[in-house]
């Protein structure tokens, strides 16, 4: 039976807030301002390829693993770039889409949020927030009256390490000042959600959001408030 966890660290986009609209409409809409007109899907797919080449591409082998703000903002750069090649005003078009995911109104709360945290507060248990993003996080975490009572949020620009190395975990750790089994990470990446974690000896579970979710997964944050529960029947 896992030790009942002082400290449940919630991931944030894909765990507790999704872009609305989606990353993939809102740089549709905002390319066509700076005259790129391309398909949805074709953004969609160029995003995905330019997220996933953007830890090669923007830090050099020394720096794997580790960020900044400097480095976040200038890695966003990149990927806009490498999306909307085409745009007029590459810069004009970058900073636009970069305040507009600043903003908590382009953002939304998943459905089961407000009941889980309220539940967990009933519970009496400790609630954080750790993600891989910038200082932008506070501002849309700010936005959400749900989340604003979340008294930690830890970002990898601020903590100088990026999940799922293992620095990130490590100084959440000295942060909270617990040890690394009583902290349980939820999130919807099984690399940064879970194995990272798990490496560095906290309890992990992935949260996976679809109808037919995988079963070592729970399939919404209610789980959560089940398996607490019946941790503490046990």
């Not at 993939?24 to 996933?52: C, I, K, M, N």
């Not at 909270?176 to 579970?205: F, I, N």
């Amino acid at each position: 039976m896992p030790v009942r966890p002082r400290w449940i660290v919630f991931d944030a986009v894909g765990t507790l807030i999704t872009p609305q609209p989606s990353v993939a409409e809102a740089y549709t809409s905002v390319g066509r301002r700076y005259g790129v007109d391309l398909p949805v899907e074709v953004v969609r797919q160029r995003f995905r390829t330019a997220f996933h080449e953007s830890e090669t591409a923007c830090f050099a082998p020394q720096r794997r693993g580790q960020t900044s703000e400097v480095e976040e903002l200038a890695r966003w750069r990149w990927i806009v770039r490498e999306v909307l090649p085409e745009a007029a005003d590459a810069e004009a078009c970058f900073r636009e889409l970069w305040d507009h995911f600043a903003q908590a109104a382009n953002w939304r709360c998943y459905d089961d949020v407000d009941t889980a945290l309220t539940g967990l507060r009933q519970r009496n248990m400790n609630v954080a927030i750790a993600s891989n993003f910038d200082e932008r996080l506070q501002e849309i975490v700010r936005g959400f009256s749900v989340l604003a009572e979340v008294p930690r949020v830890f970002v990898s620009s601020a903590l100088g390490a990026r999940k799922p190395d293992p620095q990130f975990y490590r100084r959440i750790e000295i942060d909270l000042a617990t040890d690394p089994q009583t902290l349980l990470m939820v999130g919807d990446d099984h690399q940064c959600d879970v194995l990272g974690p798990q490496q560095c000896g906290w309890q992990a579970r992935r949260l996976h959001r679809s109808p037919d979710p995988d079963i070592d997964c729970w399939g919404s944050l209610g789980d959560l408030i089940d398996w607490l529960d019946h941790t503490a029947a046990a």
